[in-house]
């Protein structure tokens, strides 16, 4: 079965830090562009980051920029988005989503797989 199953979520205080997982199941991951997606209760789904299977470069919101780095362990078959100086309003359902290129993942949804999600909670 060809999917991303994402893995790491949990409860966190504020400036805490956590790591995600997105790991590929029957496909090689380094194939694809890896994109990060948040959805809040309430809200729209945003796009977090997202790293290339071109040139491995990364894109970051502005939300996040300087707090989160996303990275591609290609032996593993993962990719990880290392959350730092977390905040309550981080608090989300996170998906990892892979695609051909990062501007169709993030600009347009235009993606091949998508996880079922894990959830982040920050609070004290």
């Known amino acids: 079965q060809l999917q991303l199953v994402e893995s790491g979520g949990g409860l966190v205080q504020p400036g805490g830090s956590l790591r995600l997982s997105c790991a590929a199941s029957?496909?090689?991951?380094?194939?694809?562009?890896i994109g990060w997606f948040r959805q809040a209760p309430g809200k729209e789904r945003e796009g977090v980051s997202c790293i290339s299977s071109v040139d491995a470069s990364t894109w970051y919101a502005d939300s996040v920029k300087g707090r989160f780095t996303i990275s591609r362990d290609n032996a593993k078959n993962t990719v990880y988005l290392q959350m730092y100086s977390l905040k309550p309003e981080d608090t989300a359902v996170y998906y990892c989503?892979?695609?051909?290129?990062?501007?169709?993942?993030?600009?347009?949804?235009?993606?091949?797989?998508w996880g079922q999600g894990t959830q982040v909670t920050v609070s004290s």
């Open positions: 989503a892979g695609g051909a290129l990062c501007v169709q993942l993030i600009s347009r949804g235009e993606y091949d797989y």
């Open positions: 029957g496909f090689t991951l380094d194939s694809y562009s």
